[in-house]
T-cell receptor
């Protein structure tokens, strides 16, 4: 059973046209993350939510925003996608616990920008 | 700048052979993760190593952690074709205020196992 669900699996948008990617989880984890992974590169953390507390990475462009309306859902908004934003976007969750956090990743959304 | 370096980046090996992938990191950390990624797919957690000297094994894969050397290894024993994938190590630094999930990934090792 899928625990971290991302929709859509593939997303095509036009240069400059806003796009929203969605993530939902059935694990009731309090932390949700968005990672960006460009082709043949390592995943890079964009931001994360600890409950409702939003934490942005210092080098995440302003073009990227996120919303978390409730525990189960988290959205990634790209206000004006550029060609360089084409990538796989991975949502992940974790439960804060002693002994190390294990991240559960969704299947990802592959974003193409035309 | 925190660095996580994997080597080799590309590995082509014959079925039945053994090999080791290395992961060096530049920060203080006692938490090291290994993930597997198949082409076009998401990341699958393989191992979570939480202390110096930790060793974990699953099937033909064995991971270890030496926090003093800032080194983790992923050893492959008697490789089979199904192990073909990209393997990432990721480090959770301990010297940052809020380190929740702020994993720093290596570039990945693309493994191809051929008959």
């Amino acid at each position: 059973d899928a625990m971290v669900i991302q929709n859509p699996r593939y997303q095509v948008t036009q240069f400059g046209k806003p796009v929203t990617l969605s993530c939902s989880q059935t694990l009731n984890h309090n932390v949700m993350y968005w990672y960006q992974q460009k082709s043949s590169q390592a995943p890079k953390l964009l931001f994360h939510y600890y409950d409702k507390d939003f934490n942005n990475e210092a080098d995440t462009p302003d073009n990227f925003q996120s919303r978390r309306p409730n525990t189960s859902f988290c959205f990634l908004d790209i206000r004006s996608p550029g060609l360089g934003d084409a990538a796989m976007y991975l949502c992940a969750t974790s439960r804060v616990a002693q002994g190390g956090e294990k991240l559960f990743f969704g299947s990802g959304t592959q974003l193409s920008v035309l | 700048e925190l660095k996580v370096e994997q080597n080799p980046l590309f590995l082509s090996m014959q079925e039945g052979k053994n090999y080791t992938i290395y992961c060096n990191y530049s920060t203080t950390s006692d938490r090291l993760y290994w993930y597997r990624q198949d082409p076009g797919k998401s990341l699958e957690s393989l191992f979570v190593l939480l202390s110096n000297g930790a060793v974990k094994q699953e099937g033909r894969l064995m991971a270890s952690l030496d926090t003093k050397a800032r080194l983790s290894t992923l050893h492959i024993t008697a490789a089979v074709h199904d192990l073909s994938a990209t393997y990432f190590c990721a480090v959770l630094p301990v010297d940052r205020g809020s380190t929740l999930g702020r994993l720093y990934f290596g570039r990945g090792t693309q493994l191809t196992v051929w008959p």
